[in-house]
């Protein structure tokens, strides 16, 4: 099909994902092809893929070994359903899964998407206690500004405004405590900042123990809020406390794992243990739609016993734990181990901090903020007080349109743009896209709106 007619059916009949479809019709992108970090248009034009593909994408697209290893499972079986029998490459994937994972996992339930595996958490956590007879316990404690997906369960535990403004009579309440961030606090001191959302978390604590599940945080980074960084010894506490009381720590590694913030999974950070933790995003190196909840023998016992009884965990999907998608993650987690990825991400990291640390002093740069390969830059009116633009300029978005036009493609988070390129970026390659992203910036932030 020629690319004239792409576009005419595209916008005829596409309904996009999370996309105002005026935007897409002013707008229109349409990719045919990739490599490496490159992507390619119907029209030819090539695009560093400086968000991953959205967050997904480690090593490359089109890389040999992954394409190579789902040929291999496609000549075995494409799939077959997971409900009540496993199937060969997800057994082999749990076990990969469970090596990588923090020591005191040992289960893997297996999803189809980010959010899903959130959900999962979510009910998974609700009916362990009420397995073990603590029906009360059935309220859930999130972090401020935390994102956790967009099905209706992940959205009660995220705290984005949106969600909250149009789907609010669908979701079901869950408290939030204030995120540690020095920006954000009134005295800009992170460490003021950290020692009241732990203090409000252990009053909250102290008082609704006994009706709390479960506390659901993303690992270290809050990533669609904003790229907003937990400070040192936060995470631990969290973990602390909720031990202290006997709640569960569901720990979101959607964005962050899999090498995102220079190690595999961000928990590693501050040595934590969660009871539960969900992964998706880079588990197949951005080929196949396979996400995972891993958690412990102690969780997974509470729900093994006979069927009449009804602990049976009721959630599984048609494609649940499909074989290509699991040989694809197999072989992403081997490119992992051959070329030693985690080290060299975490090497990379620092020469990103030196870009950064040049578009940090840019005319309408707020603040920078990374961990790893988990960056966002926030573009303010003014550098000194930190005024937002008029959020109907929408300056950020029209800075990765002019991106985009550069070579570059990635989404804005509100005011935020995000820089999170694959792991196997060069260096070369993630020194262009910071002069896209400067020059782009540099160019629009003074511009009419469009
Ligand atoms: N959890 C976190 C922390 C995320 O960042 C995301 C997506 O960005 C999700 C969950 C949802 O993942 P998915 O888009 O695969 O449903």
């Known amino acids: 099909m020629d690319a004239t007619r792409l576009y005419e059916i595209s916008q005829k009949h596409m309904w996009l994902p ?19 970090i490159v992507l390619r248009d119907i029209y030819g034009n090539e695009y560093l893929d400086g968000y991953s593909s959205l967050w997904l994408n480690v090593h490359g697209h089109r890389r040999p070994e992954i394409n190579q290893a789902i040929k291999e499972q496609l000549e075995k079986i494409a799939h077959s359903t997971l409900l009540g029998a496993a199937n060969v490459p997800s057994i082999q994937l749990a076990e990969k899964l469970i090596e990588i994972s923090p020591d005191n996992l040992t289960r893997v339930f297996y999803s189809d998407s980010g959010a899903e595996s959130v959900e999962i958490a979510i009910k998974m956590a609700y009916q362990y206690w009420q397995n073990k007879g603590k029906e ?20 009660s535990v995220g705290s984005i405004d949106i969600y909250h403004r149009v789907y609010s009579a669908l979701m079901f309440d869950s408290f939030a405590v204030p995120f540690p961030s020095a920006s954000w606090h009134p005295s800009g001191d992170g460490q003021t900042a950290k020692e009241e959302s732990l203090a409000a978390m252990q009053t909250l604590f102290k008082e609704s123990h006994n009706e709390i599940a479960g506390l659901v945080v993303e690992s270290m980074v809050q990533g669609a809020g904003g790229m907003h960084i937990m400070p040192p010894g936060y995470l631990k506490e969290l973990e602390r406390l909720c031990r202290a009381f006997n709640i569960l720590l569901i720990v979101d590694e959607v964005a962050t794992g899999f090498g995102r913030t220079g190690k595999m999974f961000a928990v590693e950070h ?15 190196g951005g080929y196949l739609p396979i996400a995972a909840t891993l958690t412990t023998e102690e969780v997974y016992a509470a729900f093994y016993g006979d069927y009449a009884e009804m602990k049976t965990f009721f959630h599984g999907h048609s494609y649940t734990g499909n074989q290509l998608g699991c040989a694809a993650a197999l072989a992403n987690l081997d490119i992992f181990e051959k070329e030693e990825v985690v080290k060299q991400a975490a090497e990379k990291a620092e020469y990103i901090a030196k870009l950064l640390a040049e578009i940090a002093e840019l005319p309408h740069v707020g603040e920078v903020r990374q961990l790893g390969f ?11 007080t930190k005024e937002p633009f008029p959020s109907e300029e929408r300056v950020a978005y029209r800075a990765t349109l002019r991106m985009r036009e550069l070579g570059m493609l990635t989404r804005p988070l509100g005011d935020v743009i995000v820089f999170m390129p694959p792991l196997v970026s060069s260096y070369e390659q993630l020194t262009r896209m910071a002069g896209i992203m400067k020059q782009a910036m540099l160019e629009i932030a003074d511009s009419p709106v469009v």
């Open 136 to 155: 009360k316990k059935t309220k859930f404690v999130t972090l401020a500004n935390g994102y956790h997906g967009d099905t209706v369960g992940a959205i």
């Open 270 to 284: 501050e040595d934590v243990a969660p009871d539960i933790m969900t992964v998706a995003k880079g588990i197949t």
């Open 374 to 384: 988990m960056c966002g830059i926030e573009v303010v009116k003014d550098r000194t």
């Open 18 to 36: 999370f996309t105002q479809m005026k935007d897409y019709e002013e707008a229109p992108l349409i990719i045919e092809s990739g490599e490496g």
